[in-house]
């Protein structure tokens, strides 16, 4: 067998493997209230997500040829694809350990320090375009900012709507009406998380010479939009604790604002071609939720841990994707 399709079938098994983990990783993000409320049982909520996912990625390129083309240009790398080997192993490792911890950290913020790590230490830092990667960066700070504020407006206009309603009558309510919210999250998800995957199996064809542009090929489409449904299914128990029952007793009508919330945002995202992160836009979604039900009640010492994983996992990830880079290559 040629070298460059065994070495490129390792790169696609890798990033399938990584679509995957990012599936189980964050399947959380999607039916962690609903499940927490009992609007849907744990099978049910994780059949709903996985077909979701499935069905959003493979509606959705734009986010793929972001990740492929805007941290660094694939064509200009000699040794691009052991760079991607590089990136992909530095992002599972960094995925599985806080998946292990339970922590609700970012997949996003994981690829992209990888990448940015794996090309600066393999290539050089002016191979490394930091313009695209600081408008990816600042898309992964401000979105969610951005999922809070919602959250905490939605909120707040729900409790002066609902104020009169019995909770009982609301709760019975919002409770069917998460189902839909939960189905749209894990389509957003989907529309967004598996197109990185897709992006960075298509900086390695270009970068190897097996086709000279960003459009994705549609088996990446399908093989990426089919790992991430089969991790999706699989489940992330530990992460579905922390962010449905830790961080704040959720209700229905809580749950339903976060959903929407995060879905909005990441959804906007995605037509805007911008990677985000699913994991940050929900928890932030929650947390401004929360705010806005009652103060008091978020348990902002784990939303602290929470905010200092995401803090950290760029730099590490780059730290780790280059230590990986120089002891393989």
């Known amino acids: 067998m040629d070298t460059s399709l065994l070495i490129l079938g390792i790169v696609i098994f890798l990033a399938l493997a990584f679509d995957f983990i990012n599936g189980f990783h964050d399947t959380a993000n999607a039916i962690a209230t609903s499940i927490s409320t009992r609007a849907l049982t744990p099978r049910r909520a994780i059949i709903l997500a996985a ?11 734009g986010v793929a040829k972001t990740i492929g083309g805007s941290v660094a240009n694939p064509a200009e790398l000699s040794n691009g694809i052991d760079i991607v080997i590089a990136t992909l192993l530095a992002a599972i490792i960094w995925n599985l ?31 490394v375009n930091w313009t695209g990667f600081i408008d990816i960066v600042k898309a992964l ?13 939605v909120m707040t206009i729900l409790k002066f709507i609902f104020a009169r309603k019995s909770p009982h009558t609301v709760n019975k309510g919002f409770r069917t009406m998460q189902v839909l919210t939960a189905a749209l999250q894990s389509f957003t998800h989907g529309t967004n998380d598996a197109q990185k995957a897709m992006g960075i199996i298509t900086f390695a064809l270009v970068s190897g010479g097996f086709q000279d542009h960003l459009e994705v090929p549609l088996w990446v489409k399908i093989s990426a939009a089919t790992a991430m449904a089969l991790g999706t299914s699989i489940g992330g128990w530990k992460i579905i604790k922390t962010m449905g029952t830790k961080i704040f007793k959720i209700e229905p ?47 902002w010492s784990l939303a602290g841990r929470i905010v200092v994983t995401w803090f950290i996992t760029i730099p590490i990830s780059a730290l780790l994707a280059g230590l990986i880079f120089k002891l393989l290559f």
């Open 253 to 299: 009508i809580n749950g339903f604002a976060a959903d929407f919330s995060a879905a909005s945002v990441i959804f906007t995202c995605t037509l805007l071609h911008l990677p985000v992160s699913t994991t940050h836009a929900i928890t932030s979604a929650i947390l401004g939720v929360g705010s806005a039900k009652r103060f008091r009640a978020v348990r």
């Open 97 to 127: 350990v806080t998946w292990w911890f339970g922590i609700p950290s970012s997949s996003s913020h994981a690829l992209i320090g990888s990448l940015a790590g794996a090309v600066f230490v393999g290539a050089g830092s002016d191979k």
């Open 141 to 153: 700070i401000f979105s969610p900012l951005i999922a809070f504020a919602i959250g905490y407006v």
């Open 51 to 61: 077909v979701m996912n499935f069905v959003g990625a493979m509606m959705f390129t």
